[in-house]
């Protein structure tokens, strides 16, 4: 199941304004979000007289409703659902950020505008942060109502983060990872505590073309505990004769996103990190002190300096290579 972030706060306190900035931030950086709106008024279906409130009216249990765009369901239920019954059905996002669901042991943001209240309803135990105008000093962070992404990096760290390299800290192969990665644990020097030092580590690669694929494909088969993929392009037709991770049905859509669907298909027991975006002097090195070590998959020089300089700054081992025509160069 996905990570659960609530954001809640009184009435009219702007968390749907708020809502839409932070799904904004994480889709920026490459996240695939879901979102839930959580409303104990009465239960009303679409807007009166429409086809969909039609169906319902005439005793439709579920009524789903299809469009070119996108696709929403409302089931009528004897009671309400729990955050995990609900994200059951989000299982393909990176995040889930629900909106005023105060209950739960998901971690919770609350905005308190001064307009609106001068404290948090909830206690500060409860809370992961505040996001308000007022001074407030509560012993946890709080944050300017616009700072969006500071609160972005907040969840990424504790929660996103977190949960990823929980994840990663496997402590022994059940049968069917012994099975899976039988190749690796019979090379000498590698064996089962080699295989789970693989677990245990992560790195990023810079590109998910011609060589981030092939690249990205066998690190993850390998099962390298967390992969991070850093590209700003959109599989086109042209890539497809040599880039392994992208397909046709993947035309027009961000490469890290295909690839991460690959690669997380491959194999389940990876976290795969995608950051829809280039790499440049400005979030290299935070972007960098976060992983083992770094691919440099990029095809111009200007990207392979930043990258250069970062992982010197950051203290991290790089792999860098190259392709021309036929030709490949490390």
Same mark, same amino acid.
């Given at each position: 199941m996905p990570p659960i972030v609530?954001?809640?706060?009184?009435?009219?306190?702007?968390?749907?304004?708020f809502l839409e900035k932070l799904i904004k931030e994480f889709k920026f950086r490459g996240y695939r979000v879901g979102s839930v709106?959580?409303?104990r008024g009465a239960f009303e279906m679409d807007i009166e007289g429409k086809d969909t409130w039609r169906h319902f009216q005439a005793g439709s249990e579920v009524v789903g409703l299809a469009?070119?765009?996108?696709?929403?369901?409302?089931?009528?239920?004897?009671?309400?659902?729990?955050?995990?019954e609900i994200a059951s059905y989000m299982g393909d996002v990176d995040i889930i950020i629900?909106? =005023?669901?105060? $209950?739960?042991?998901? #971690?919770?943001?609350?905005?308190?505008?001064?307009?609106?209240s001068k404290e948090p309803v909830l206690a500060p135990e409860e809370l992961l942060a505040v996001i308000s105008d007022l001074p407030l000093k509560?012993?946890?962070?709080?944050?300017?109502?616009?700072?969006?992404p500071s609160v972005a990096n907040l969840i990424e760290e504790q929660v996103v983060n977190n949960r990823k390299t929980n994840v990663a800290k496997i402590e022994s192969l059940d049968l069917i990872q012994q099975k899976r990665y039988h190749r690796n644990i019979k090379l000498p020097g590698v064996g089962e505590a080699g295989q789970l030092k693989l677990f245990q580590s992560s790195v990023?690669?810079? =590109?998910?073309? $011609?060589?981030?694929? #092939?690249?990205a494909y066998y690190l993850g088969a390998a099962g390298i505990g967390r992969l991070g993929l850093i590209d700003g392009d959109n599989v086109d037709y042209s890539n497809l004769q040599r880039q392994i991770l992208h397909a046709t049905a993947d035309?027009?859509?961000?490469?890290?996103?295909?690839?991460?669907?690959?690669?997380?298909?491959?194999?389940?027991?990876?976290?795969v990190t995608a950051y829809q975006k280039l790499l440049t002097k400005e979030n290299a090195v935070d972007l960098i002190k976060q992983y083992d070590l770094v691919v440099d998959a990029t095809d111009n020089l200007a990207s392979r300096y930043v990258i250069n300089?970062?992982?010197?700054?950051?203290?991290?081992p790089l792999f860098t290579r190259e392709c021309y025509r036929w030709w490949d160069k490390s």
């Open positions: 609530s954001v809640v706060g009184c009435s009219n306190s702007g968390k749907t304004t709106k959580h409303h469009t070119p765009k996108g696709f929403g369901l409302v089931r009528k239920l004897q009671q309400e659902m729990s955050i995990e629900v909106e =005023g669901f105060k $209950g739960g042991p998901q #971690p919770k943001l609350e905005l308190v505008r001064s307009a609106i509560l012993g946890l962070p709080v944050f300017q109502l616009e700072d969006i990023l690669i810079v =590109g998910t073309g $011609g060589l981030g694929s #092939p690249v035309i027009g859509r961000p490469k890290v996103q295909s690839a991460k669907e690959k690669l997380e298909s491959i194999n389940p027991d990876i976290e300089k970062a992982c010197i700054e950051a203290g991290k």
